[in-house]
C-alpha cells in the first residue's frame, strides 16, 4: 500500500505516490530508478515515516535508496533548523539498514557526504 505524505513537508497530498508509479512505469521500460532521500531532523525524529517510505519504495520494486545529507543551502538556505544532529543521521542510516536486511531491496546507498559519519564523532569538525 503506497502510503500519502505525513507531516509538514511542504509537499502535495499523493505527491510520493505520483513519482512512485512514474517510477514504475520508467522500470517497466527498462530504465533504472533509484530514490533519492533528503533526511531532515523532522524525518530522523519519525522512524514510523522512514519505516513506510521504505516500505513504499520496496512494493514499488525500486532498487536503491540513496541517503542524503541536508544542506542549508539553495532552496535549503531558509532550513538550517531541519538538519539534523550526527547521531540523528547515524540514527537513520541504522534504521535504513535494518529495513534493508529484512526485505533485501532497495539497497541503501549513502552520498559522499554521508559516508564519513563511521569515523567522525561531530558532523560539523569535518566541513
Do not use: W
Not at 520496496?58 to 538556505?77: Q, Y
Amino acid at each position: 500500500m503506497i502510503h500519502p505524505p505525513i507531516g509538514p513537508d511542504h509537499r502535495p497530498s499523493g505527491y510520493n505516490s505520483n513519482n512512485l508509479e512514474v517510477a514504475r512505469l520508467l522500470q517497466a521500460e527498462g530504465i533504472a530508478v533509484r530514490a533519492l532521500f533528503p533526511i531532515t531532523k523532522l524525518m530522523a525524529q519519525q522512524q514510523g515515516q522512514i519505516e513506510r517510505i521504505y516500505s513504499d519504495l520496496h512494493e514499488a520494486s525500486i532498487e536503491t535508496v540513496e541517503l542524503l545529507r541536508l544542506f542549508p543551502v539553495g532552496r535549503g538556505a531558509s532550513m538550517a533548523s531541519l538538519i539534523p544532529t550526527t547521531d540523528e543521521y547515524k540514527e537513520v542510516i541504522r534504521v535504513i539498514r535494518v529495513l534493508e536486511a529484512r526485505y533485501g531491496k532497495p539497497k541503501l546507498k549513502l552520498q559522499c557526504a554521508l559516508k564519513m559519519l563511521d569515523g567522525v564523532t561531530e558532523l560539523n569538525h569535518v566541513i
